[in-house]
C-alpha cells in the first residue's frame, strides 16, 4: 500500500490550500483514514480523520475552516484547508489504517508553510 500526497505549498493567512492523498495497493474500504501535520519542533498530530462507520472528527483548531473528504471510486482523500494561519505551517501526512489486520500506512508528507 502506498500513499502519494499532494497539494501543499507557500501561501499567505487567510488564503487556502487544498491537499490530495492517493491510495495505491489497496481500496479505502475498511479503514480510518486521516490527515496528520508535524510542525518543527512538536509532535505529529491529528487534524482530521474519517473513520470507516462515518463521521469525522477533527482537532479543534482547524474545526470549521477545514474539511476533509473521501472519493473512493478514485481512492483519493482530500482535505480543504481554508482561512489557514500561521500556526498551521506543517508538513501534512496522510495516513489508513485498516480495522480489520490494524495495519498502518504513511504518506510522505507535503510541506504547508502560511506565512503572516
Known amino acids: 500500500v502506498q500513499l502519494q500526497a499532494s497539494g501543499g505549498g507557500l501561501v499567505h493567512t487567510g488564503e487556502s490550500l487544498r491537499l490530495s492523498c492517493v491510495i495505491s495497493?489497496?481500496?479505502?474500504?475498511?479503514?480510518?483514514i486521516g490527515w496528520y501535520r508535524q510542525a518543527p519542533g512538536k509532535q505529529r498530530e491529528l487534524v482530521a480523520k474519517?473513520?470507516?462507520?462515518?463521521?469525522?472528527i477533527y482537532v479543534a483548531s482547524v474545526k470549521d475552516r477545514f474539511t476533509i473528504s473521501r472519493d473512493n471510486a478514485k481512492n483519493t482523500i482530500y482535505l480543504q484547508m481554508n482561512s489557514l494561519k500561521p500556526e498551521d505551517t506543517a508538513v501534512y501526512y496522510c495516513?489508513?489504517?485498516?480495522?480489520?489486520?490494524?495495519?498502518?500506512?504513511w504518506g510522505k508528507g507535503t510541506q504547508v508553510t502560511v506565512s503572516s
Open positions: 474519517i473513520l470507516s462507520g462515518g463521521g469525522a
Open positions: 495497493g489497496s481500496s479505502l474500504s475498511g479503514s480510518d
Open positions: 495516513n489508513i489504517f485498516y480495522i480489520q489486520n490494524s495495519r498502518t500506512y
